[in-house]
């Protein structure tokens, strides 16, 4: 019977904790719909009992949930402009499958639950770095998605005494993150394009700066939140990330230097919904979990630039 569940398995960030947890011989069930998560990232989770289903049926979420101890929460329609295109497709994806995950893991007795929260829930304050005690100010209607997630959570652990922890991921990139939607992540489609040899687009003036996390110290962070002890982290939010951010345009220069693109970038107007800056205060992740963050950006990025040059080497079409 698994120990562990892990939703959005099939996304890059699931299929990483769910691999994680294999390699540590723990007995895992993992589920997706494959509405955004990819079948070849379930390659190498053969040990895995996977569930094809949706989260926003409860009687899937029922059967998933049966037996376990943990869950790992990460499915999720993440992307900012995405939620501005189809607001109510977010909330589906990422509201309504919360809260009957969380029933369903009442129900069945699980202990604790660990979600994949986001950093786009501090909103656009100026102050940096974002701390945990700061108001929330969510833009866009993924960012309230993933904030109504956090409260749900944070209220099945004073209400029914279920233990929620939720993860401020900020901007997380690495292997088998998929760079080919219009919706994915930007490191993702840079090296896509760079890669290829085809020109990046930069939306604003590429000044905006991110707080980008590499996927093992997300990883870390879970793994750490399932262990931690119930009086420090049950119904507590806290940062995921470097605490260090980094502009676009830079990033833009590391990324010629990896990939030996020689072209400019070309710039488009701001995306709609859209965050100027984004900052980690990361101390309360460290009080709470013991958690730093082993990786650093450069290192993540190479790590990260070299993996999807090996899928085109291994002919993959990216
Ligand atoms: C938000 C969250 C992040 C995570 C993510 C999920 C913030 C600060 N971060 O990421 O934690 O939840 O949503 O999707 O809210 N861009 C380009 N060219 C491209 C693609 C993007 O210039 O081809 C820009 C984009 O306009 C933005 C930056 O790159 O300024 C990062 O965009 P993103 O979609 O990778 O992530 P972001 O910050 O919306």
Redesign the pocket.
């Known amino acids: 019977m698994a120990k562990y569940l892990v939703t959005g398995v099939a996304g890059f960030i699931g299929r990483s904790i769910a691999a994680e947890l294999l390699r540590r011989g723990e007995a895992v069930r993992g589920i997706d719909n494959f509405l955004t998560g990819k079948r070849e990232n379930l390659t190498g989770l053969e040990a895995m009992e996977f569930i094809e289903g949706n989260l926003a049926d409860p009687a899937v979420c029922a059967a998933i949930c049966d037996g376990v101890e943990i869950v790992f929460h990460e499915a999720a329609l ?5 939620s501005v295109a189809d607001p109510v497709a977010t909330n589906l994806n990422c509201v309504d499958a919360t809260l009957n995950l969380l029933v369903a893991a009442r129900s069945a007795g699980a202990r604790r639950v660990v979600y994949a929260g ?3 829930v ?1 909103g656009d304050s100026p102050t940096l770095p974002k701390r945990e005690q700061m108001l929330p100010n969510p833009i ?1 209607p ?2 309230v998605a ?1 904030l109504a997630g956090e409260q749900y959570l944070r209220s099945f652990s004073r209400v029914y005494g279920l233990e929620t922890v939720t993860l ?5 990139f690495g292997p088998f993150q998929d760079p080919t939607s ?9 090296c896509r394009k760079m890669l290829a040899g085809e020109q ?5 003036d ?1 000044e ?1 700066t ?1 707080d980008f996390t590499y996927i093992d110290n997300v990883v870390s962070a879970n793994l750490l939140a399932a262990g931690a002890p119930a009086g420090k982290v049950a119904g507590q939010a806290m940062n995921v990330a470097t605490g260090s951010r980094i502009t ?1 345009n830079e990033t833009f220069r590391i990324l010629c230097e990896l990939t030996g693109y020689r072209g400019e970038p070309v710039y ?1 107007p ?2 709609n ?3 100027r800056d ?1 900052l980690a205060d990361i101390g309360l992740a460290g009080e709470l979990l013991g958690y730093k963050p082993h990786v650093d950006f450069r290192e993540g990025l190479r790590r990260t630039v070299e993996w999807y040059q090996s899928c085109r080497d291994g002919g993959e079409k990216l």
Do not use: H, M
Request: charged share 15%; hydrophobic share 35%; aromatic share 16%.
């Open positions: 993440a992307s900012v402009p995405r986001s950093s786009s501090y866009s993924y960012a993933k401020r991921y900020f901007n997380v219009q919706y994915s992540g930007v490191l993702a489609i840079f990046p687009t930069i939306y604003g590429g905006q991110r676009l488009a701001p995306r919904g859209d965050i984004s």
